[in-house]
């Protein structure tokens, strides 16, 4: 079954870190480009960060560059976001994205608050 | 960066056709996409390249694009289609969704 589930989220207190994970499965992993994507309560979809396939190219959104890191391990089908000196204003779902959007997995919630 | 401007609401009738714009600099040059996204759940493609619509997706859902707007049409909108859409689009090292539009259909 071709599918996209993240792993990781929480609460996290402001200043903390956590670490996000996406398993992939049902089609070859190291063949695509990945994104994390992110929505905050109640509000609009923000792309936070993109991969390609081999992990030579990443960009960031403005809103999360310095702070968050993405890599993926093709050899574990799996992407991550490792998320530093978290914010109020990343509390969100973030979603894991295959090809900017083709295949999308159920998000998982972190929630940044003392 | 750049921006992405839709309008944050459409109301439609069912069986009428419904139209959502995207507005932005970029699109004169890139392609954009649409997402459809309902409560509870992730978001769903259902236009790419402007007016591509991928296997699954109703015919009634078509996309179109003149200079710096994209539209994203329902023709005949159906109840199931009330959701949020977004549009989106990539240029260089940014990627960005327009605000969303809410369709409500009734």
């Known amino acids: 079954q071709v599918q996209l589930v993240e792993s990781g989220g929480g609460l996290v207190k402001p200043g903390g870190s956590l670490r996000l994970s996406c398993a992939a499965s049902g089609f070859t992993f190291s063949d695509y480009y990945m994104s994390w994507i992110r929505q905050a309560p109640g509000k609009g979809l923000e792309w936070v960060s993109y991969i390609s396939s081999s992990g030579s190219t990443i960009y960031y959104a403005d809103s999360v560059k310095g702070r968050f890191t993405i890599s993926r391990d093709n050899a574990k089908n799996s992407l991550y976001l490792q998320m530093n000196s978290l914010r109020a204003e990343d509390t969100a779902v973030y979603y894991c994205a295959r090809d900017e959007g083709w295949l999308w997995g159920q998000g998982t919630l972190v929630t940044v608050s003392s | 960066s750049y921006e992405l401007t839709q309008p944050s609401s459409v109301s439609v009738s069912p069986g009428q056709t419904a139209r959502i714009t995207c507005s932005g600099d970029?699109?004169?040059?890139?392609?954009a996409r649409w997402f459809q996204q309902k409560p509870g759940q992730a978001p769903v493609l259902v236009i790419y390249?402007?007016?591509e619509r991928p296997s699954g997706i109703p015919e009634r859902f078509s996309g179109s694009s003149s200079g710096t707007t994209v539209t994203l049409t329902i023709s005949g909108a159906q109840v199931e289609d009330e959701a949020d859409y977004y549009c989106y689009s990539a240029a260089d090292n940014n990627r960005v969704f327009g605000g969303g539009t809410k369709l409500t259909v009734l």
């Open positions: 390249k402007d007016s």
């Open positions: 970029v699109l004169a040059k890139k392609y």
